[in-house]
């Protein structure tokens, strides 16, 4: 199991902003160009899903955070991240980084998950 590794989540007010960052492990630094790299999201008792997704040529959003939150990667640096901005309380979860490369599902690969609380 291939695990990428998460930082950034805590406490913020609503209005705030929270920056997320995720780091590939390196049994994938070399093919990374070649993975879809998402966020996903969870909160207890419900499916976990999807925030934002990034190839190297398009970026797509849920429709529930476009215009707040802005999903970026550094090829370079083998991470990406998430920046969200004007949070709300429902953005309230667990988020998760997640690999998918498209050509070779054993390259996937999944964070631990870091907490985000949107509260006053």
């Known amino acids: 199991q291939l695990h990428l590794v998460e930082s950034g989540g805590g406490l913020v007010q609503p209005g705030g902003s929270l920056r997320l960052s995720c780091a590939a492990p390196?049994?994938?630094?070399?093919?990374?160009?070649?993975?879809?790299m998402a966020w996903y999201r969870q909160v207890p008792g419900k499916q976990r899903e999807m925030v934002a997704q990034a190839s190297l040529r398009s970026t797509n959003y849920a429709d529930f955070v476009k215009g707040r939150f802005t999903i970026s990667r550094d090829n370079a640096k083998k991470k990406v991240y998430l920046q969200m901005n004007s949070l709300k309380p429902e953005d309230t979860a667990v988020y998760y980084c997640?690999?998918?490369?498209?050509?070779?599902?054993?390259?996937?690969?999944w964070g631990q998950g870091t907490e985000v609380t949107v509260s006053a």
């Open positions: 997640h690999a998918i490369n498209p050509d070779n599902s054993a390259l996937n690969a």
């Open positions: 390196r049994s994938i630094t070399s093919v990374f160009n070649s993975h879809v």
